[in-house]
């Protein structure tokens, strides 16, 4: 069973920067026609798709995203991480990684993250 595990430091200070990691039990994350992909959910909204790492290590970030978003990858440790820039209180939520392979999804069990000072 594929599991992806989200880990980061819960609270972080304005204009930092956000660092989380997935770490992926169960299957590589270098394995074909693998995807893994970051979420959030701020308190009270929707989810907001942040960006996905394939298995061959390119990314693709959302636009929203894109000028300070990092996706990168440990295949030692075979941990997916994101980095986010410059963050604001606007960054508050619920981040999820979520690995796609084939067409079945696992999802981790999120990592709250709190922008405050």
């Known amino acids: 069973q594929v599991q992806p595990q989200e880990s980061g430091p819960g609270l972080v200070k304005p204009s930092q920067t956000l660092s989380l990691t997935c770490a992926v039990s169960?299957?590589?994350?270098?394995?074909?026609?693998?995807?893994w992909t970051w979420i959030r959910q701020p308190p009270g909204k929707g989810l907001e798709w942040i960006g996905y790492?394939?298995?061959?290590?390119?990314?693709v970030y959302s636009p929203s995203f894109k000028s300070r978003t990092s996706i990168s990858r440990d295949t030692t440790k075979n941990q997916i991480i994101l980095q986010l820039d410059s963050v604001t209180p606007e960054d508050t939520g619920v981040y999820y990684c979520?690995?796609?392979?084939?067409?079945?999804?696992?999802w981790g069990q999120g990592a709250q993250v709190i922008v405050s000072s």
């Open positions: 790492m394939a298995y061959e290590g390119t990314s």
């Open positions: 979520q690995g796609k392979i084939v067409r079945t999804d696992y």
């Open positions: 169960g299957d590589s994350i270098t394995t074909g026609n693998t995807f």
